[in-house]
Structure formats: C-alpha cells, structure tokens
C-alpha cells in the first residue's frame, strides 16, 4: 500500500513535466489565417475547357500509421505526382515556428495558396488549404462547427481569369452523419454556390448513403455517371471518403491516385478527376 502511495504522489509531478516537454499551442477559433502567391508562378494556362482537379487528406503529414513523425517531403511528393491545377488538402499541420511546409510546398508547385485554421493541436495549427494554378481574387471561411466535440470549417476561394470564374471551396465534414447533414446544407445553401460554377472537394465522411450524400449528389452532381473511386484506408481502399463534387462544372473523369508513394504518405489516398468548365461564368440557381 505504502508503495502505491508513493507512486500516486509521484504521477503529478511526472505529469507536469510531461506537459512541459513540448511547447504549448494556444487555444483557438477557427479563422483564415493565409492567402498566399508563390515566390515564382508556374506557367499561366487559361481557366478554360478541361483542366485537372484534387482533393486529398494528408493526414498531419503523419503518414499512413498517424503515429510517425510528420514529414511533410512524403505527402508533397505525392501532390506533385498529381499534376494538378487545385488541389483541396485537409488535416494540414503548420507548425507554430520554423519553415511552414504548405508554404514551402505552395512555392515548390508554383501555386497560390489559402489555408484557413481549425483547431490547434499540439504541434501547430490544423485545418483546410486550396492551392491553385491561378491567383486567388478573394477568399473566405465558412464554420460549419455544429459540435463542441468537432470543429470543422470549409475554405472557399474566388477564381477568376480571362472573364471566366470559378470557386472552389475545400472542407472536411464531421464523422457524426446529423451534423454533416447541417453542414452540407450550409454549404449548399450559400449564395456563392448557386451563382458561380463551383467545385466542392474534401473529405466528406461519406462511409454510406446518409442524407448529407443523397444531398451533395441530388444538387451538385453533373456529367456523366459514375462510381466514388474508394480512397480509405490508403493501404487498402474500401471507402469513398473523399469526394469531388461540381456545379456548372463537368466531372468528366474521377480516380483514386494509389501510386507506391500514396499508399504510404497518408491513411488516405488523393482522389483526382478531371473536370470540363463551363464557357459561362455563371450557373442559374436551382
């Protein structure tokens, strides 16, 4: 009994020491917190006809396991397999000091870049990011945080190139489908997305057929038919979490990025289509 006295007394102290192993990150609210251009653009092509589209979440730069430490070389990598034009990232950690590896990455590629925070975990900031081939002419946040338990946000940002437009907005739904439910209705009833041609990508937690899927699919959906490539767990895919999905846009081809690299940089796999834009810059409400 004596003993385990002794080692009750102990625990605090070797619990507080633990907690000042690794610096503290500061509570925070969701926010936008980057808009940025490269230090050196890649080539100007117009946003116009077919381009190339992504979406993937890169699990705080974990890797496939989560538990390994971040190593954002990995997943940039595997972007740049992807040649794509955007690119909507989820689970983005940037570390609170030190070289910013979305920054870096974003200059790497040539792209602009937004990011918007949401939550802090102990080694940075997580939340959502939007790269782009071309500059950004706005941007703005959406917080779909409906839980104390998860907070979530989309980030939207505005192109517009040469009299064509284009919004894109990147999120990450929650895992409890009645509040997914709330979120995609938010997104689906914002004035941006009934008026410009617009692409949604993310991570949507769409494990089944909930009613935030049947009404992602009922309002955005169009093009030709086809089947959700399965993206999770990246070693072995047999969910369709991650999804891309368009208004006054044409979804012409969709697929799951499994190189040798993505099966191991991240617990998901990108999920890359290819995408015809509409010669109008507007789409009518519905």
């Known amino acids: 009994m004596r ?41 100007e092509r117009p946003l116009a006809g077919e381009i190339r589209v992504a979406t993937y979440n890169v699990h705080r730069w974990t890797g496939l396991n989560g ?27 940037r570390p609170p000091r030190g070289p910013d590896p979305l920054v870096s990455l974003a200059d790497a590629l040539g792209l602009h870049v937004a990011f918007a925070t949401t939550r802090a975990h102990r ?14 002419a706005s941007v ?7 839980s104390r338990l998860e ?9 517009a190139h040469a009299q064509h437009e284009l919004d894109v907005v990147a999120t990450h739904l929650a895992l409890a489908d009645r509040i997914r439910h709330r979120q995609v209705r938010s997104l689906l009833d914002h004035p941006r997305l009934r008026e410009t041609p617009t692409l949604l990508m993310g991570d949507m937690n769409a494990w089944r057929n909930c009613r935030a899927t049947r009404a992602l699919e009922r309002e955005l959906v169009l093009g030709e038919s086809f089947e959700w490539p399965a993206s999770f767990p990246a070693a ?25 690299a993505a099966r191991r940089a991240s617990d998901h796999l990108p999920v890359v289509a ?7 810059g507007s789409v009518a409400a519905r």
């Open 236 to 260: 072995s895919p047999v969910l369709a979490l991650d999804r891309i999905y368009a208004r006054g846009v044409t979804i012409v081809s969709i697929d799951a990025h499994a190189s040798r």
């Open 3 to 43: 003993a385990r006295e002794q080692d009750d007394e102990r625990t605090p102290r070797r619990r507080r020491s633990l907690r000042g192993a690794r610096p503290a990150v500061e509570a925070t609210a969701p926010h936008l917190s980057l808009v940025r251009a490269p230090t050196r653009a890649g080539p």
């Open 274 to 280: 290819r995408v015809r834009l509409s010669a109008r």
């Open 123 to 136: 080694d940075g900031h997580i939340g959502n990011a939007v790269l782009s081939r071309w500059p950004i």
């Open 67 to 93: 538990r390994s430490r971040p190593d954002p070389a990995r997943a940039a990598f595997v972007i740049s397999e992807l040649e794509a034009d955007l690119v909507a990232l989820q689970e983005v950690l």
């Open 140 to 146: 703005s946040m959406l917080d779909l945080t409906y």
């Open 151 to 159: 907070k979530r946000v989309a980030v939207a940002v505005q192109l």
